[in-house]
């Protein structure tokens, strides 16, 4: 979700400013998630490199999405969408843990779609972790090497469960993937935008899905 410092600077505005301006977007692009119907939209909240940045401004973020948390469970609960989170989340403020496994727990039940927050994430450090994890099963007996394919591997990565994503929405014209999802992506649809993301409404969420509705997906076969 790139362009909310941008979208603040052009304005002459503080950056937390394009923070709050870019909760809006959030708001917007779930809503609209929901009601077309899509089983789970995932959003690249925090990275892990994202702790390089000024101490004020981290704490901004670790309060905003607080705010958001507490102000948007009821309608988490009312349209049955149930939060997930992927990342290092014990690398989180011991408060953003005990609320977002709160909001987890309470919407998690009979939910329609999922809203996964990558949340101190980062792609290799997800890839790091899940061969440490599968070295362990492997070193305790619960596993051969020779019984490792990727069915087995994705297992053992934050997104267990959760299917590989079919389209990759990269605001403010961003020409990368910047740690994302790296082993998920591999036949994800890449869609490119210029709009920063607090100007991301659901106008340009319909025009990325209907973007990736034109396509065609060949998963390395042949083209017609």
Request: proline share 4%.
């Amino acid at each position: 979700m790139d362009g909310n410092g941008r979208w603040a600077k052009d304005r002459g505005l503080p950056r937390v400013m394009g923070h709050r301006a870019g909760i809006k977007s959030v708001r917007t692009v779930v809503e609209t998630a929901r009601e077309r119907g899509i089983d789970v939209l995932t959003l690249y909240a925090f990275s892990i490199d994202n702790w390089k940045r000024s101490r004020e401004e981290v704490d901004t973020l670790m309060r905003l999405l607080g705010e958001y948390l507490r102000r948007e469970l009821p309608t988490l609960l009312e349209h049955q969408v149930g939060l997930h989170v992927i990342g290092r989340l014990e690398g989180l403020p011991s408060a953003v843990q005990a609320h977002l496994r709160m909001v987890m727990a309470k919407t998690r039940p009979g939910a329609k779609m999922v809203l996964n927050l990558a949340l101190n994430y980062g792609g290799r450090a997800e890839i790091l972790d899940a061969v440490r994890r599968l070295a362990v099963d492997v070193r305790a007996g619960r596993l051969t090497p020779a019984h490792i394919d990727e069915t087995v591997f994705s297992r053992y990565l934050y997104t267990n469960g959760l299917p590989d994503p079919d389209l990759l929405i990269r605001t403010s014209g961003e020409l990368r993937v910047s740690n994302f999802l790296l082993w998920q992506i591999s036949y994800t649809e890449l869609y490119i935008t210029p709009t920063l993301w607090p100007d991301f409404g659901r106008r340009e969420f319909l025009a990325a899905i209907a973007e990736f509705q034109r396509r065609e997906r060949r998963f390395g076969a042949e083209g017609r």
